[in-house]
């Protein structure tokens, strides 16, 4: 057979942009209702009902049950879902990932739709090079949608001809004869196939072209349909890697839910498929195996002329065509028809053992007990995750967490100044502070590095104006860290030289203290709450007056009393740089509130 390096990567690259059409399709739906999406999925899991209700509907529209599954991880990661929810919308997500099989079974075997992919193209370019995000959006969306199909259609036309090369179908047959061991084999190999591609769907749409073109029977087109559902669990559990182990559970729930489906599926395989293709004949009077049978009376010139396009064809070629085509669609029409069917129905069955999932992947993964003091990311990671939009909610919850370890690092600042200098107790506090400098530095590199990720993927520019925010916020909670270890430097300085507060400076401090403390406990309720006022924000800027009134009012009488000889010169140097850190500090605090009022307006 003549089949070049050449033409190895024109399959390669037709299936490239059936994934690609599919990637922009989806990110461009995600765009277009990601808040949508967030709102959906946190209102309409009330249930296990609900939630598969919302599974199947944003599979149905995002068109990647993968894209769903990352996305219910990375929630359950954030703490927006528990895993009970998480669980029933994954199953969901299986349901409505079976809409791509039937609109590649309509139109792409029954429609030539190729030939509207570029007047498509056309179609969307406008909105592409629109002002408006939204329409950019859209415009992504037709492009994606036109991109999937031409892929589909190069896929169809570059695949190996086997059907002039009868010794390779032998070859096939040697491994699809052997009965169930030949079902076990190809759901093998379309796991397998799966997990290369990461996409169930492609590998769905490669499926149906070998069984449209009679190089495998129904049964073993079945069987590479369940080894999908077992390869495409493989991406929730690549971004469940890095994730928390709540995460790390739903994920691994995705995995048992596919195993035992197939499981159950493959105790009743010809029986089920023998049923599929008894629906199939009532809806269109064909049965599934009519194509194999018609290839092997016909021979392969027969086959390879009517399936060419430009062939000049006589009238019963032409009948031969109709007829070969309508097979094509009654085998497509069975193979999507199976994968329905088997989701449906192992959602019906599992739906009411969700506790039971839970029990099970609560007793294989385990929760390790960490130190607080170690450094961790909780809501985000390194892992997939399904579109830049979505991913940002992750990190304003992470910078939530960022706010609250600062907070403890400012307390403990407050607790140093009462501790009894050089005791065990004072080096300890201080120990602990200089750790959370540390973490403090590296959450900042984290959160940075991630959002600079999400602002690389496909985002929209609300999207990047949020990131551009996010990073601001992120960059001055760090300055807080780091005006919480000056201040921990000062008091550590003041030891060394042996320097005494009075107990006036001492109340002094524990007053700038509490301000601080109080602006930043405002902070933190802002950056984590969603019911922010403006009456937050005005606390917010009276209480920096406060601060600053105050360091000017201390700065005046610090003055006077070195001069009329109240404490020693020293000592006011030192109590003036806690002082004037602690202003600072008050101002960082200012520009994460200025940052999230930006944020606000953006949304």
């Given at each position: 057979m003549e089949y070049t390096f050449f033409d190895f990567l024109t399959?390669?690259?037709?299936?490239?942009?059936?994934?690609?059409?599919?990637?922009?399709?989806?990110?461009?739906?995600?765009?277009?209702?990601?808040?949508?999406?967030?709102?959906?999925?946190?209102?309409?899991?009330?249930?296990?009902?609900?939630?598969?209700?919302?599974?199947?509907?944003?599979?149905?529209?995002?068109?990647?049950?993968?894209?769903?599954?990352?996305?219910?991880?990375?929630?359950?990661?954030?703490?927006?879902?528990?895993?009970?929810?998480?669980?029933?919308?994954?199953?969901?997500?299986?349901?409505?990932?079976?809409?791509?099989?039937?609109?590649?079974?309509?139109?792409?075997?029954?429609?030539?739709?190729?030939?509207?992919?570029?007047?498509?193209?056309?179609?969307?370019?406008?909105?592409?090079?629109?002002?408006?995000?939204?329409?950019?959006?859209?415009?992504?969306?037709?492009?994606?949608?036109?991109?999937?199909?031409?892929?589909?259609?190069?896929?169809?036309?570059?695949?190996?001809?086997?059907?002039?090369?009868?010794?390779?179908?032998?070859?096939?047959?040697?491994?699809?004869n052997m009965g169930f061991l030949s079902v076990l084999l190809f759901l093998l190999i379309g796991s397998i196939i799966t997990i290369i591609v990461q996409s169930s769907s492609a590998t769905m749409a490669i499926t149906l072209i070998m069984c449209s073109k009679g190089w495998i029977s129904f049964d073993i087109a079945a069987a590479m349909v369940l080894g999908e559902n077992i390869g495409t669990t493989i991406t929730a559990n690549l971004a469940a890697i890095s994730g928390n182990v709540s995460a790390k559970r739903?994920?691994?729930?995705?995995?048992?839910?596919?195993?035992?489906?197939?499981?159950?599926?493959?105790?009743?395989?010809?029986?089920?498929?023998?049923?599929?293709a008894y629906l199939v004949g009532e809806l269109t009077g064909g049965s599934p195996s009519d194509l194999i049978n018609f290839i092997q009376q016909q021979g392969p010139d027969v086959i390879n002329k009517i399936s060419n396009d430009n062939a000049h064809?006589?009238?019963?070629?032409?009948?031969?065509?109709?007829?070969?085509?309508?097979?094509?669609?009654?085998?497509?029409?069975?193979?999507?028809?199976?994968?329905?069917?088997?989701?449906?129905?192992n959602v019906l069955i599992m739906i009411w053992f969700v506790n039971f999932y839970v029990y099970i992947v609560t007793r294989v993964i385990k929760v390790k007990h960490q130190d607080d003091e170690e450094f961790q990311l909780k809501f985000i990671s390194g892992g997939l995750l399904s579109t830049s939009e979505l991913s940002l909610l992750q990190v304003k919850k992470e910078i939530g967490v960022f706010a609250e370890r600062t907070n403890r690092m400012f307390g403990m600042v407050r607790d140093l100044i009462h501790e009894k200098e050089g005791s065990e107790s004072y080096s300890k506090i201080f120990s602990r502070i200089e750790k959370y400098e540390k973490i403090s530095d590296r959450m900042d590199l984290e959160i940075a590095a991630y959002l600079n990720n999400v602002a690389d993927g496909r985002l929209s520019y609300d999207g990047k104006l949020q990131v551009s925010a996010m990073l601001t916020m992120t960059s001055e909670i760090e300055s807080i860290g780091d005006s919480c270890f000056h201040l921990a430097r000062t008091l550590q300085r003041k030891q060394e030289s042996k320097t005494e507060f009075t107990e006036g400076i001492i109340a002094d401090i524990d007053v700038m203290m509490r301000l601080v403390s109080e602006a930043l406990e405002n902070m933190i309720?802002?950056?984590?709450?969603?019911?922010?006022?403006?009456?937050?924000?005005?606390?917010?800027?009276?209480?920096?007056?406060?601060?600053?009134?105050?360091?000017?009012?201390?700065?005046?009488?610090?003055?006077?009393?070195?001069?009329?000889?109240?404490?020693?010169?020293?000592?006011?140097t030192h109590f003036m740089d806690i002082i004037s850190e602690c202003e600072k500090l008050g101002d960082y605090i200012i520009n994460v509130i200025e940052a999230v009022k930006e944020k606000r307006k953006i949304n």
């Amino acid at each position: 057979m003549e089949y070049t390096f050449f033409d190895f990567l024109t399959l390669i690259g037709s299936l490239g942009l059936f994934l690609y059409g599919m990637k922009v399709m989806s990110e461009g739906l995600q765009k277009v209702a990601g808040d949508r999406l967030r709102s959906i999925l946190t209102a309409m899991t009330t249930n296990r009902f609900t939630g598969v209700l919302t599974g199947v509907l944003i599979t149905a529209l995002i068109q990647s049950s993968s894209a769903t599954t990352v996305m219910v991880v990375s929630f359950v990661n954030a703490g927006l879902l528990s895993l009970v929810q998480s669980i029933s919308v994954i199953m969901g997500a299986n349901v409505g990932t079976t809409v791509t099989a039937w609109i590649i079974s309509i139109f792409g075997f029954k429609v030539n739709i190729s030939l509207f992919a570029i007047p498509l193209i056309g179609l969307a370019i406008p909105f592409i090079f629109s002002g408006n995000s939204r329409r950019r959006s859209w415009g992504e969306f037709i492009i994606g949608f036109a991109f999937l199909f031409m892929g589909l259609d190069f896929l169809k036309n570059s695949v190996p001809d086997l059907q002039s090369n009868p010794e390779i179908l032998a070859f096939l047959s040697e491994y699809t004869n052997m009965g169930f061991l030949s079902v076990l084999l190809f759901l093998l190999i379309g796991s397998i196939i799966t997990i290369i591609v990461q996409s169930s769907s492609a590998t769905m749409a490669i499926t149906l072209i070998m069984c449209s073109k009679g190089w495998i029977s129904f049964d073993i087109a079945a069987a590479m349909v369940l080894g999908e559902n077992i390869g495409t669990t493989i991406t929730a559990n690549l971004a469940a890697i890095s994730g928390n182990v709540s995460a790390k559970r739903a994920a691994f729930a995705h995995f048992m839910f596919n195993i035992f489906g197939v499981c159950w599926v493959l105790l009743l395989f010809f029986p089920f498929t023998r049923f599929i293709a008894y629906l199939v004949g009532e809806l269109t009077g064909g049965s599934p195996s009519d194509l194999i049978n018609f290839i092997q009376q016909q021979g392969p010139d027969v086959i390879n002329k009517i399936s060419n396009d430009n062939a000049h064809l006589t009238g019963a070629e032409a009948a031969l065509r109709s007829q070969y085509q309508g097979m094509q669609v009654t085998v497509s029409y069975a193979l999507s028809l199976f994968h329905t069917v088997f989701n449906i129905a192992n959602v019906l069955i599992m739906i009411w053992f969700v506790n039971f999932y839970v029990y099970i992947v609560t007793r294989v993964i385990k929760v390790k007990h960490q130190d607080d003091e170690e450094f961790q990311l909780k809501f985000i990671s390194g892992g997939l995750l399904s579109t830049s939009e979505l991913s940002l909610l992750q990190v304003k919850k992470e910078i939530g967490v960022f706010a609250e370890r600062t907070n403890r690092m400012f307390g403990m600042v407050r607790d140093l100044i009462h501790e009894k200098e050089g005791s065990e107790s004072y080096s300890k506090i201080f120990s602990r502070i200089e750790k959370y400098e540390k973490i403090s530095d590296r959450m900042d590199l984290e959160i940075a590095a991630y959002l600079n990720n999400v602002a690389d993927g496909r985002l929209s520019y609300d999207g990047k104006l949020q990131v551009s925010a996010m990073l601001t916020m992120t960059s001055e909670i760090e300055s807080i860290g780091d005006s919480c270890f000056h201040l921990a430097r000062t008091l550590q300085r003041k030891q060394e030289s042996k320097t005494e507060f009075t107990e006036g400076i001492i109340a002094d401090i524990d007053v700038m203290m509490r301000l601080v403390s109080e602006a930043l406990e405002n902070m933190i309720s802002i950056l984590t709450r969603n019911d922010v006022t403006e009456a937050d924000f005005n606390k917010a800027y009276n209480k920096e007056m406060e601060i600053n009134n105050f360091r000017n009012q201390l700065r005046t009488a610090n003055i006077e009393n070195i001069n009329s000889k109240k404490y020693e010169y020293q000592s006011g140097t030192h109590f003036m740089d806690i002082i004037s850190e602690c202003e600072k500090l008050g101002d960082y605090i200012i520009n994460v509130i200025e940052a999230v009022k930006e944020k606000r307006k953006i949304n």
